[in-house]
């Protein structure tokens, strides 16, 4: 069981196109972050997010927090194809991370 | 770039053997961390160290042990290889305390045949 799950597990989507991936979980977390992961390479961090409703933006992307801490998402306006990669979320629990499982994102020229 | 480095980048093994897979970092900081990451199951920890010679185990330690013996190494090592530890390995430093933010190496492919 994972305590961290993300939808959809793949998008594929045109160039120019939005998109909304979303991370939840049934536990509250202190923080979380979301990484991005290009074929070969590690993830590398995108955001942190702290406060239960906050809102960050970079660029074109669009982080929330929800209210209650157990739930995040991610929204990319006019996708670009060097958004392609895998998504994730991660949170600490207790002594460990957790990471989820990812959205694979393919965005077509 | 936190200035991690993982080695070797490939690796291929036999079942039985044993594995020493190396993280190093230039930047001194006290928090390590070793990963698996399979297909849906996104990354899962190994091990973590929090300082020379202090670590611990995490979701899927067996069958892994680790060392570290200078801040700047951390070493996984896979006793006698099986084909389930097939997997990418990633090293990952911590560099705050009060951020749980952290920094990944490029990984390491181990196949075990």
């Known amino acids: 069981t994972q305590l961290l799950e993300q939808s959809p597990q793949f998008l594929s989507i045109q160039e120019g196109e939005n998109l909304t991936v979303y991370c939840n979980s049934s536990?509250?977390?202190?923080?979380l972050q979301w990484y991005r992961q290009e074929p070969g390479e590690g993830p590398v961090l995108l955001v942190t997010?702290?406060?239960?409703?906050e809102v960050k933006k970079l660029k074109r992307l669009t982080f929330q927090f929800g209210d209650a801490r157990k739930d995040s998402s991610l929204h990319i306006t006019a996708a670009q194809p060097g958004d392609t990669g895998l998504y994730l979320c991660?949170?600490?629990?207790?002594?460990?991370?957790?990471f989820g499982p990812g959205t694979r994102l393919s965005v077509l020229p | 770039d936190a200035g991690i480095t993982q080695s070797p980048r490939h690796k291929v093994t036999e079942t039985g053997t044993p594995v020493t897979l190396r993280c190093h970092q230039t930047e001194n900081h006290r928090y390590m961390y070793w990963y698996r990451q399979d297909p849906g199951h996104g990354l899962r920890l190994i091990h973590y160290?929090?300082?020379?010679?202090?670590?611990d185990k995490g979701e899927v330690s067996d069958g892994y042990s680790v060392s570290r013996s200078k801040t700047e190494d951390f070493l996984l090592t896979l006793e006698s290889a099986t084909s389930s530890q097939t997997s990418v390995y990633f090293c990952a430093i911590q560099p705050g305390t009060s951020d749980d933010t952290q920094y990944f190496g490029p990984g390491t492919r181990l196949t075990v045949l």
């Open positions: 160290s929090y300082g020379v010679k202090d670590t």
């Open positions: 991660a949170s600490r629990y207790g002594q460990n991370f957790v």
């Open positions: 997010v702290v406060t239960g409703g």
């Open positions: 536990s509250v977390f202190s923080s």
